[in-house]
């Protein structure tokens, strides 16, 4: 049973039942059920923090940022070690007024 997003003849807090092939469809084939036991007050701070409305938005954006602060110092030494050309390095700059000039 979920919950879900309804129009104003039916309210959002109304449960949903859905037949298991259905929401294999939804998923897809190839993304696995996964059950997980979470703290649910850590659960309702992070979906304040992150601003999600649903468990698995959370959970994937929680996984999704991980990964990315993971692969950042990997990005950042790539940046480092790349070699501009002179005319990267001396390219001419613009110059904007700042607000109230």
Known sequence: MTTAARGPLWP??????TLGYIEHIRRGPDMPVTSIDIDPDLLAQ???AAGTRTTRETVELALRTLTAMHRQ????????????????IHAPTIDYPLPGE
């Open 46 to 48: 992070a979906k304040i």
């Open 12 to 17: 959002a807090s109304a449960p949903v039942y």
């Open 73 to 88: 110092p990997a990005a950042v030494e790539r940046i480092i070690a790349h070699r501009f050309a002179d005319e990267q």
